[in-house]
T-cell receptor, first 115, second 116 residues
Framework: AQSVAQPEDQVKVAEGNPLTVKCTYS??????LFWYVQYPNRGLQFLLK??????LVKGSYGFEAEFNKSQTSFHLKKPSALVSDSALYFC?????????????FGAGTQVVVTP | GAGVSQTPSNKVTEKGKYVELRCDPI?????LYWYRQSLGQGPEFLIY????????DSGLPNDRFFAVRPEGSVSTLKIQRTERGDSAVYLC??????????????FGPGTRLTVL
């Protein structure tokens, strides 16, 4: 069965420090991986995706993520966090054998960036 | 340009009632998805439309749930005989193409359904 896990319910960092949000997956074949961010009372916003090619993917708002096939991980990173980065972050996987493109999401990680 | 819109933003109903939730996707997007997000969880897939047809409804929890997209744009999610367990945020997403494309999905703000 396919699954995606975000092992941390919450990540707390001080502004200016590096931010890492972890994601691991269990999927047969080569997955397509996505990160979304959710602000209160707003829909999910797309940050970045990995389809193929370079393992380091750069996305919106200074975020990047590294695909690691051997560790089945796709951690989200930002070198210097901002207070405005405080939000709920979701990792999602698309099963490559699925013909219709539906996403399977992790439970989410609440990021808190303190001033 | 306008993003995905959903109405109403909040819906409170009584157990056993019928509700309709509307989604207006981004213009030109052929693929439309419905997800349900329960408190403290990530979104869970319900149904996918490619054009007017429901290509994948494997996520619908039971036959009380139904969705339509008659003209290939606006979609309505319909829930009959609502139960308290249906309370959740219902999210709609659209993408330029669905199927095997790699297009990202753009999400609406959701409809928060509360069944009393």
């Amino acid at each position: 069965a396919q699954s995606v896990a975000q092992p941390e319910d919450q990540v707390k960092v001080a502004e200016g420090n590096p931010l890492t949000v972890k994601c691991t997956y269990s999927v047969s074949g080569n997955p397509y991986l996505f990160w979304y961010v959710q602000y209160p009372n707003r829909g999910l916003q797309f940050l970045l995706k990995y389809i193929t090619g370079d393992n380091l993917v750069k996305g919106s708002y200074g975020f990047e993520a590294e695909f690691n096939k051997s560790q089945t991980s796709f951690h989200l990173k930002k070198p210097s966090a901002l207070v405005s980065d405080s939000a709920l972050y979701f990792c999602a996987v698309r099963v490559p054998t699925d013909s219709w493109g539906k996403l399977q999401f992790g439970a989410g990680t609440q990021v808190v960036v303190t001033p | 340009g306008a993003g995905v819109s959903q109405t109403p933003s909040n819906k409170v109903t009584e157990k056993g009632k019928y509700v309709e939730l509307r989604c207006d996707p981004i213009s030109g997007h052929t693929a439309l998805y419905w997800y349900r997000q329960s408190l403290g969880q990530g979104p869970e897939f319900l149904i996918y439309f490619q054009g007017t047809g429901a290509a994948d409804d494997s996520g619908l929890p039971n036959d009380r749930f139904f969705a339509v997209r008659p003209e290939g744009s606006v979609s309505t999610l319909k829930i009959q005989r609502t139960e308290r367990g249906d309370s959740a945020v219902y999210l709609c997403a659209s993408s330029l193409k669905g199927g095997t494309s790699h297009n990202e999905q753009f999400f609406g703000p959701g409809t928060r359904l509360t069944v009393l």
